[in-house]
């Protein structure tokens, strides 16, 4: 069964500051996907990684993927209120598996 | 803009009743899915359909089925509904291709008593 872990579950952010948060997953896949849900809204596709060692980066977040240790970053910078909302990475060829999410909190 | 469109925002139903979930995408996708989401736990697959009238178990599928006839639309059926499948539940849309990204409807959030 593929395993999918986010760390950290919550994250309490300064604005202005730098953040990451790691996905880590159990199976060999050079997908993966990064989602922002904001309360009471569905989700919103960020970023989808195909290949070890890409990057994209969009304004404040640049997410990365490291197939070989099967691990993705989303790499926030110089965090703002906006930023607030829970970030999921998901990891398939279609069938896609979550992780737990990430609840993102940014405060002055 | 791909629109995966569900039928409820909110549905409270009682315990043993029959319950229809419906979604409908306009974007022409092969692929439909239907994923319940609990606090977490993040997003769990119940079921997938990648045509019509095709479909496949995901991690969850006891309690639930699916119906695709037509295929711009994904119904889930819970056949006799308890207080555990009580959850917000998200339709899903992509194409067949390998790694492209999933389309997500608001969700419904489904109460049972």
């Known amino acids: 069964e593929l395993k999918v872990e986010q760390n950290p579950l919550f994250l309490s952010m300064q604005e202005g500051k730098n953040y990451t948060i790691y996905c880590n997953y159990s199976t060999t896949s050079d997908r993966l996907y990064w989602y922002r849900q904001d309360p009471g809204k569905s989700l919103e596709s960020l970023f989808v990684?195909?290949?070890?060692?890409a990057v994209k980066q969009e304004g404040r977040l640049m997410a990365s993927l490291d197939t070989k240790a099967r691990l993705s970053t989303l790499h926030i910078t110089a965090a703002v209120h906006d930023l607030s909302a829970t970030y999921f990475c998901?990891?398939?060829?279609?069938?896609?598996?979550f992780g737990a999410g990430t609840t993102v909190t940014v405060r002055a | 803009d791909v629109k995966v469109t569900q039928s409820s925002r909110y549905l409270v139903k009682r315990t043993g009743e029959k319950v229809f979930l419906e979604c409908v995408q306009d974007?022409?996708?092969?692929?439909m899915f239907w994923y319940r989401q609990d606090p977490g736990l993040g997003l769990r697959l119940i079921y997938f359909s990648y045509d019509v009238k095709m479909k496949e178990k995901g991690d969850i599928p006891e309690g639930y089925s699916v119906s695709r006839e037509k295929k711009e639309r994904f119904s889930l059926i819970l056949e006799s509904a308890s207080t555990n499948q009580t959850s917000m539940y998200l339709c899903?849309?992509?194409?067949?291709?390998?790694?492209?990204?999933?389309?997500f409807g608001q969700g419904t959030r489904l109460t049972v008593v």
């Open positions: 990684l195909l290949s070890n060692g």
């Open positions: 899903a849309s992509s194409l067949s291709t390998p790694g492209t990204e999933a389309f």
């Open positions: 998901a990891v398939g060829d279609y069938k896609l598996s």
């Open positions: 974007m022409d996708h092969e692929n």
